[in-house]
């Protein structure tokens, strides 16, 4: 076994709030707080563990390419990363949310739907929104934003955008109303598949001491389930 620490890729931000309560029933505290330290490997009060601060959707980069152990990263972003090299034992169920299509209050989606016309959609979700519109059978032509999605309808950029969606507000403000349910999305616990078989003695009962700290989000070696799903319409992928 190698004798490198641990090491589990977190962001800033909700991911790491939401996580702070987890690791702490793991046992683990950070040494410093990222939100206030300019560092980026945090020690942690577990000698052999220490965390690493990066961006969310750069999360599953990390841990696929063994820049890190473990990881946590929102549904979201592992749909359009694709999850390749990763392992997802534990759903951790925090940091929940629903990711929605969304358009202008006096957009007829399902109208427009029903008369077979061409979307056009910006999202910075491009793959779960391909995936989610093929699936429907609805003509898309996806427009890649980066943030501020709510926008692009404002505007005339497009009729309708793939967002997440938790207490409503930013669509409200924006005047936009959410028009359908793309997949209900939580941050999980992701491992590097190679990492797994090589330290398997120490990333076990890590990923074990996950799984009981979400308290019933997922069993060990088994896909998790949300700890508290809220329409649990669709399975988790
Ligand atoms: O911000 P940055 O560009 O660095 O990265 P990020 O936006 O990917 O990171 P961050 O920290 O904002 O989000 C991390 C993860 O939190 C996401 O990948 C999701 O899995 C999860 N999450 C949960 C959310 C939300 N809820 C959420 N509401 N991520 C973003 N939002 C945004 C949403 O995009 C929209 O702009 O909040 C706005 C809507 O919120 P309400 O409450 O107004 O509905
Ligand atoms: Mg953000």
New binding site residues.
């Given amino acids: 076994m190698s004798t490198r620490s641990i090491r589990i890729a977190l962001?800033?931000?909700?991911?790491y709030d939401e996580t702070v309560p987890l690791l702490a029933r793991v046992g683990i505290r950070a040494q410093e707080d990222p939100e206030t330290s300019r560092r980026l490997v945090i020690p942690t009060s577990r000698r052999g563990i220490e965390l690493i601060i990066v961006?969310?959707?750069d999360t599953p980069t990390y841990v696929q390419h063994g820049g890190a152990d473990l990881g946590i990263?929102?549904?979201?972003?592992l749909v359009e990363h694709g999850g390749e090299g990763l392992y997802q034992p534990v759903d951790l169920g925090i940091?929940?949310?629903r990711m929605m299509v969304a358009a202008r209050r006096e957009f007829d989606y399902r109208l427009a739907v029903r008369q077979g016309a061409r979307l056009r959609v910006a999202t910075k979700y491009v793959r779960a929104a391909r995936e989610h519109f093929a699936a429907k059978g609805v003509h898309v032509d996806i427009i890649r934003l980066?943030?501020?999605?709510?926008l692009a309808p404002i505007v005339g950029l497009a009729d309708a955008i793939v967002?997440?969606?938790?207490?409503?507000?930013?669509?409200?403000?924006n005047n936009l109303v959410a028009v359908e349910d793309v997949m209900p999305?939580?941050?999980r616990l992701v491992v590097n598949q190679a990492a797994l078989k090589t330290k398997r003695a120490t990333l076990q009962p890590l990923i074990d001491a996950f799984a009981a700290a979400a308290d019933g989000g997922g069993r060990p070696g088994k896909p998790g389930k949300p700890r508290k799903p809220r329409k649990p319409r669709k399975a988790a992928r």
């Fill in positions: 962001s800033k931000g909700r991911i961006r969310a959707s990263a929102g549904r979201d972003v940091a929940a949310c980066y943030g501020s999605m709510e967002d997440l969606v938790s207490s409503g507000r930013t669509l409200r403000a999305v939580s941050a």
